[in-house]
């Protein structure tokens, strides 16, 4: 079933886009049939449930952390995880950098923004995102690479507005990339789209969706 499913999604996106299978909830006997039908990157949003699966599951697994991360955990997945979601402090940059340094790495980040009208999910303004590049602080973080953006539209069936939403995350990507890394080719990602959204997101630009339960089944 789940190879189906990933099949499906495979054909669904274009080779640009990476997938990312959000397997939070699920049990490792789960992954590793995602991981047998040849999925490689997964997403997970939880410091502890993540730690654990990647004890458990192939070593060749390349793991998101998609949720919102406390700076005091970063220390537990800085040995791993290859892309952080959902930067969005400077703070936050600062300790991944550290705990990064410590294990003799480089930790690939994007930054979260807040594009969707509910208060309820994270991310920075626009405004904050330009005050911590324009600090130049960045620039001499050399254990993390500020690999693009990412951002969740509203939960709503307006299609439009979800649209729209898509639309400001890409035309941020567009301005942060000519204005700080013009000649950066790390940055480059714009994660968008998860299973309710993700066709919408791609033709908006998106080159990496996170999706959970088209793939896994509902939570
Ligand atoms: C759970 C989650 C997803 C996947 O959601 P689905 O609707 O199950 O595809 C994507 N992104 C984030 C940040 C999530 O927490």
């Not at 192939?58 to 700076?71: A, N």
């Not at 923004?113 to 602080?137: M, N, P, Q, T, V």
């Not at 630009?205 to 959970?212: E, K, N």
Request: charged letters at 25%; one cysteine or more; glycine letters at 6%.
């Amino acid at each position: 079933m789940i190879k189906e499913r990933l099949s499906e999604i495979r054909e669904a996106i274009p080779s640009h886009v990476t997938l990312v299978a959000v397997s939070k909830t699920k049990p490792v006997s789960i992954i590793q049939e995602a991981y047998d039908a040849g999925q490689r990157v997964f997403g997970e949003n939880k410091v502890q449930e993540l730690t654990e699966k990647y004890e458990q599951l192939p070593k060749d697994i390349e793991w998101h952390m998609i949720g919102h991360l406390q700076t005091n955990k970063v220390k537990y997945i800085a040995p791993f995880v290859s892309l952080v979601h959902a930067v969005d402090s400077l703070k936050l940059l600062k300790e991944v950098n550290k705990q990064a340094k410590k294990n003799n790495r480089t930790i690939d980040c994007l930054l979260q923004f807040h594009i969707a009208s509910e208060d309820s999910k994270f991310g920075l303004s626009f405004e904050e995102a330009r005050d911590i590049l324009e600090s130049g602080l960045f620039l001499e973080m050399y254990n993390i690479s500020i690999a693009g953006v990412m951002g969740m539209a509203t939960f709503t069936s307006d299609e439009s507005q979800i649209r729209d939403e898509f639309r400001t995350l890409e035309n941020y990507f567009n301005v942060l990339k000519s204005h700080y890394f013009k000649f950066n080719d790390s940055f480059r990602h714009i994660s968008m789209g998860m299973s309710g959204d993700y066709g919408i997101a791609i033709e908006e630009g998106s080159t990496m969706v996170r999706i959970g339960s088209s793939i896994f089944g509902s939570r």
